[in-house]
């Protein structure tokens, strides 16, 4: 008889291997085509709402592996609370407008087409850019195996979304939080605009360090008793400033020396110029800051009055306790200005470079030849001029503000410029913007958790927020200002009408209509008197507006306000985690997302920023092509993202072996379930089932708190762990022997069947929001008993495994199952045996009250007190010696266990099997 022919082997079409490259497009064309987002929407209708609100990228560029990353993540996130029962919605976004799509619109046009070209006509050209951007994007997210209303995306730019930003904007208005002002902030002279604190990064840059005397006015030294050289000693790294000064701040709390030479310091600081080489007169008389205050200083550069006041703001830390102070280029020098009447004088033009106030108001000597003239190429000019008054000149590097977009250091410029006020109170409230918005951040989840002492001391710290830009791509600040009066026209009735155009023809129907077009009809204004505001919003007030323009317009099915879940990279803190806070605050009062997680950026596997100079760059399209998106999306599971995520092909191509494992897991058990036809009770399990079903059970509800924690890299670790240990190493591969070779219909065989049914079936709804695509093709293999009536992924519900217990404590058996293991890898390498079924176990063994469940959980043909068989090895456990024989039986020619008469004939269980 031909044995083979009757053993019950495993049958599976389910593929070894998933050849994703080319299977994945397919699958992903299906779904979108038989539109699976509409379809999951509709198998969780009335179930609780999981709502992910996505953060909108840039429509500028191909996708990278940040964005992959990103994508990726909300997108096993969503699944997750999916295939967990609830109900899930997310709109995916695209940020459209702003700088970066202005300058690749105008390096196409070059700058005099650009300028000459009427902006409706511009604000096209950006539209088309934008457009291209999104259709490609889209197209890469969806190769990644993302799922989300891919066919009604929110895009900043479309028409009603640009009304509902304007709408957003005239709330914030009528609640009193929006001001107009003439005061210092970050100014790009690069792209010509202002910026917010977003938009700011630090770089090095080498600078001046000078200190300067100013001497005392006649009246300042008669009022102090002074006489001969007596002046203050300022010290600054803007040389380029100087012409704006009109005062120096001192602290009220310290002393202030005069020394010999004629020079004043703080006390505090008087060793330190000393040392330096600023002065070097001894210190011959002491002034209270009171006493300095008021008094007038002349500028060396221009002969104009500075006016000494006091400033909390100067710290003895460095420079010599006098602070040059130019209210039109700082904010500290703006507030203490404000508070003592300092004039704020601006002589930079938006391009950086002196205009004809420095001649107009006398700032400098010659100042005719200033005009025109880069302030960062003025420098050196001014130190000639400041002649014997430049004590002191050197130069270091600093730590500097520069332009995120043009990369050029930024300059601090006083224009009139719209800001929403973080410190004043909005209409109906009690408490400032500020203060709300620090309320609403404690009722927020962040993870990880020291998330929120990133966020909270941005807000605590933070200025007000300016949100005025001097460009053209963008949603205008669409308000009429009287002519006459300068005031801004914030009547309703107007307001509304506007909004209603930008519904109907976006926001360039502001560009395009006239005045009179715009007001409505019958309007108590006269368009004659009225003018158009030219600025149009920050592109970071748009992306902060989503939650309204998406979520509560009723435009989109987007889901529930305040949304569940805000996650984007750890920069957002400072970008739209704060702009949309602020929003939400100022017009809710509270936060517009109940959980708050951030994750870190891609480096190569040597933690080093990627960029194509160093050729380490990954890109999300190569991988799918090279590995699949599957792949891709382990690594993302596998990663912690709460941190810096490594990759590289070293690192992809081991999260490929870990794909192939959990594949390979999934293929046997599919294909040993293959003639199941139903699940047994819980009665009928055998102690190993049970162990096995309690522990699958166990590890499932630790894999489950892990993903609901967002921890999906623990949740694998755990899952990963058991199906190398437990479940592949040890009970697959002990049930082979009753899987192959006892009864079909045996109570074991069923047994084990079916627990490994449901323990396929569970752990399938835990990989499904990671490998879907994989999760799906299981399914499809999948026979009647597993599958029942699903028709593809989408029909899965997570189920928990039945409560079974376990038989006894198994950690006594496991060790000496380690230890046997040992030693049989030791007569393995010695050639003594080729298979542990060759072998009988002897020692005083507790455990199975089945002599076949204790044989299988070592795969050994005995277990016995006592063997006549050749001793071969020993080990010890716990003081107990074992010891292992040489089986004393022969070879079944059936299931190759050492316990029949003859190695002709079957053992007894075969030959009642085969019959």
């Not at 899965?796 to 380690?818: C, G, H, K, Q, W």
């Not at 204790?854 to 795969?859: K, L, R, T």
Request: hydrophobic share 40%.
């Amino acid at each position: 008889m031909d044995f083979k022919e009757t053993l019950l082997l495993p049958k599976t079409d389910f593929p070894m291997r998933g050849n994703l490259p080319n299977n994945e497009p397919k699958k992903y064309s299906a779904w979108f085509d038989a539109d699976i987002y509409e379809q999951m929407k509709a198998k969780r209708a009335g179930a609780e709402m999981f709502t992910l609100h996505d953060g909108p990228p840039y429509a500028n560029g191909d996708i990278h592996i940040g964005h992959a990353l990103n994508k990726i993540l909300k997108d096993i996130i969503l699944k997750y609370n999916y295939f967990q029962g609830r109900a899930v919605r997310m709109t995916p976004g695209w940020d459209c407008h702003g700088l970066p799509i202005e300058q690749k619109v105008e390096e196409k046009l070059g700058k005099s087409k650009k300028e000459a070209m009427p902006t409706e006509k511009f604000r096209e050209l950006c539209r088309a850019h934008a457009a291209k951007f999104v259709d490609l994007q889209r197209e890469g997210f969806k190769s990644l195996g993302c799922i989300a209303d891919w066919d009604n995306p929110y895009v900043t730019m479309d028409f009603k979304f640009e009304a509902n930003i304007y709408r957003t904007l005239c709330e914030v208005a009528k609640r009193g939080l929006l001001v107009e002002r003439h005061k210092p902030i970050f100014w790009s002279w690069a792209a010509q605009t202002a910026l917010a604190d977003a938009e700011v990064e630090y770089e090095d840059k080498e600078d001046y360090s000078i200190y300067v005397h100013f001497e005392l006015s006649d009246a300042a030294k008669e009022k102090i008793g002074v006489e001969g050289k007596a002046g203050v000693v300022i010290w600054t790294t803007t040389p380029w400033t100087l012409p704006s000064n009109t005062g120096i701040a001192i602290n009220p709390e310290e002393m202030y020396v005069l020394t010999e030479d004629g020079h004043i310091v703080a006390e505090a600081r008087y060793d330190a110029m000393i040392e330096e080489g600023v002065v070097s007169g001894h210190a011959s008389r002491k002034l209270t800051a009171r006493e300095l205050d008021g008094l007038l200083a002349i500028n060396p550069l221009n002969g104009r009055s500075s006016k000494i006041v006091l400033g909390e703001h100067v710290t003895m830390d460095g420079g010599t306790g006098c602070v040059h102070t130019a209210p039109g280029h700082g904010e500290d020098d703006y507030k203490v200005g404000l508070k003592n009447g300092l004039d704020v004088v601006m002589p930079v033009d938006e391009r950086g470079c002196y205009d004809e106030s420095v001649v107009g108001l006398n700032l400098l000597p010659d100042a005719q030849e200033f005009v025109g003239m880069h302030i960062f190429k003025a420098n050196e000019p001014i130190l000639e001029l400041l002649g014997e008054n430049l004590l002191k000149q050197s130069k270091f590097v600093h730590s500097y503000p520069h332009c995120w977009r043009t990369k050029k250091p930024l300059i601090y410029r006083a224009t009139n410029q719209w800001f929403i006020s973080v410190d004043d109170t909005a209409k109906g409230e009690d408490k400032s913007l500020r203060q709300t918005a620090l309320d609403a951040i404690e009722d927020v989840a962040f993870f990880p958790a020291s998330a929120k002492n990133r966020l909270k001391p941005m807000i605590e710290g933070r200025p007000d927020w300016c949100i005025s830009r001097q460009r053209s791509w963008g949603v205008p600040i669409a308000f009429f200002r009287s002519k006459s009066t300068k005031e801004v026209i914030l009547d309703e009735e107007v307001l509304a009408h506007i909004a209603s155009f930008f519904d109907e023809k976006g926001a360039d129907a502001w560009y395009e209509m006239s005045i009179a077009e715009l007001l409505p009809e019958g309007s108590k204004y006269n368009p004659d008197d009225l003018e158009k505001i030219n600025d149009i919003l920050d592109v970071w007030f748009d992306s902060g507006s989503t939650w309204n323009s998406v979520i509560k317009s009723g435009n989109y099915d987007a889901g529930e306000y305040p949304t569940s879940l805000y996650i984007e990279g750890s920069d957002q803190h400072r970008g739209w985690f704060q702009s949309s806070l602020l929003l939400s605050s100022a017009i809710e009062g509270k936060s517009p997302y109940k959980t708050l997680i951030t994750h870190g950026f891609t480096v190569d596997e040597k933690g080093e920023k990627m960029s194509k100079s160093k050729g380490n760059v990954v890109a999300p399209d190569k991988v799918v092509n090279q590995y699949g998106s599957e792949i891709l999306r382990l690594w993302v599971a596998l990663s912690d993202y709460q941190s810096d995520l490594k990759i590289s092909d070293n690192i992809l191509k081991q999260t490929a072996e870990q794909y192939r494992k959990i594949r390979n897991t999934f293929r046997f058990l599919l294909a040993n379930v293959d003639d199941l036809d139903a699940i047994v009770s819980v009665e009928s399990y055998g102690e190993l089932d049970r162990w096995i079903l309690a522990k699958a059970g166990e590890v499932f509800a630790s894999v489950k708190a892990s993903f609901e924690a967002n921890d999906f890299l623990k949740g694998f670790a755990i899952l990963n762990h058991f199906l190398t240990n437990e479940l592949s190493g040890i009970y697959m591969d002990i049930c082979k022997d009753r899987l192959y070779c006892d009864a079909k219909e045996s109570t074991t065989r069923r047994a084990a069947q079916s627990a490994m049914a449901l323990i396929a079936k569970s752990m399938l709804g835990l990989v499904a929001p990671v490998l879907t695509y994989t999760a799906d093709e299981i399914l499809e293999y999948a026979p009647k008993i597993f599958k029942g009536d699903m028709e593809n992924i989408f029909d899965l519900v997570y189920e928990t495994l039945p409560a079974v217990e376990t038989p006894f404590d198994l950690s006594s058996l496991m060790e000496i199952r380690e230890g046997f293991y040992e030693e049989v890898d030791k007569l393995r390498k010695e050639k003594i045996i080729k298979a542990t079924l060759e072998l009988e176990l002897v020692g005083d063994i507790d455990g199975f009250k089945s002599e076949k469940d204790m044989e299988d959980w070592f795969v050994v043909s005995a277990v016995k007190s006592e063997s006549e068989g050749v001793k071969l090895a020993s080990f010890e456990v716990d003081g107990k010696t074992y010891s292992i024989h040489k089986a004393t039986a022969h070879k079944c020619p059936r299931c190759w266990k050492f316990v029949s008469e003859s190695e002709e004939e079957a053992c007894a269980r075969c030959a009642e099997v085969v019959g």
